[in-house]
């Protein structure tokens, strides 16, 4: 299921609350949220894209997500 949002706040209420992961920017990573991660996909990218996820119970298939982008990421 996909789910579009307006606004970065809703997509990380959403995360915190368990549905699905985000896929941001590093400037966001100044925008704490409690029960969720911010991992970015590649330290040494130039550009530093970052995955939102769930802290506690963290999503069934993070490491193939993971996987997945970081091979998209270039």
Known sequence: MVREVARFPQAVSLVAAGVGVY??????RVFPHPGTV???LREEAALQVSLIYCKRPPPPRLQEVRALLSGLVL
């Open 38 to 40: 911010l991992k970015p």
């Open 23 to 28: 896929l941001t920017l590093a400037p966001y």
